[in-house]
């Protein structure tokens, strides 16, 4: 019954998002700003032209301005389904329902199994998850949905460790962590700011500056 009731939940989410997906106007496949910077970034990595914003016979320099992590999720969609925004928006889609089972794992770990289940149920139904006038929406080529989805999963690994103190689960989190501050640079600070949450979480049995060591140096190595 329980499996049943999550199985619908994750299905209601998918639902609305494909829903959104499909009620998207043509402008929406005009892409500017940022957007339009992550599309041809992906499309320069392709194309052999590197990680270039505006590649020319005069600009073949690497850009800084951009993350290099949602990119390179483009460029993989790209290659396997051509340019096509549609297929990024529907990927996008089932990325939030994942998303939205990870926040389930993380109530019932930390809490129980209602806990869970209503807040996957609230973050599936959330507007601003789903519409394509939100930039959290699935239906924009920004960083938000892959984004999301990655710090989300770094937590639960993170509370995974918390349970059984093991060696493994924190390299997860290290390198999931690493990943997150290679898609939205404005996590890059906080795995160290975990200091204070190590020792909290600190037990007898465990060397919590052995294990907070092996998270930073999981996270260095994945943004190296």
Request: aromatic content about 20%.
């Amino acid at each position: 019954m329980k499996a049943i009731i999550i199985f619908m939940i994750l299905l209601l989410a998918l639902g609305l998002r494909l829903y959104s997906v499909a009620k998207v106007t043509s402008d929406y496949y005009i892409l500017t700003k940022d957007a339009a910077d992550y599309d041809s970034i992906s499309l320069n990595l392709l194309s052999g032209k590197g990680f270039v914003l505006n590649a020319n016979d005069f600009n073949t320099k690497p850009t800084t301005s951009r993350p290099p992590g949602y990119p390179f999720f483009l460029s993989v969609i790209y290659l396997v389904f051509g340019h096509n925004l549609l297929a990024v928006w529907i990927i996008q889609s089932c990325i939030w329902v994942l998303t939205c089972l990870v926040i389930f794992l993380i109530g019932d770990k930390l809490f129980n199994f209602s806990t869970g289940a209503v807040a996957s149920l609230i973050a599936g139904i959330y507007p601003a998850f789903i519409h394509y006038q939100y930039y959290g929406g699935p239906a924009f080529i920004l960083t938000e949905t892959l984004f999301t989805f990655l710090l989300t999963l770094s937590m639960f690994s993170l509370i995974i460790y918390l349970k059984n103190r093991s060696y493994s689960w924190i390299i997860i989190a290290g390198f999931l962590f690493g990943l997150s501050a290679l898609t939205h640079a404005t996590i890059f600070l906080f795995p160290f700011c975990l200091i204070f949450w190590f020792y909290l979480a600190k037990d007898k049995t465990s060397n919590w500056i052995k294990y907070f060591l092996v998270f930073c140096a999981c996270f260095l190595f994945t943004i190296a």
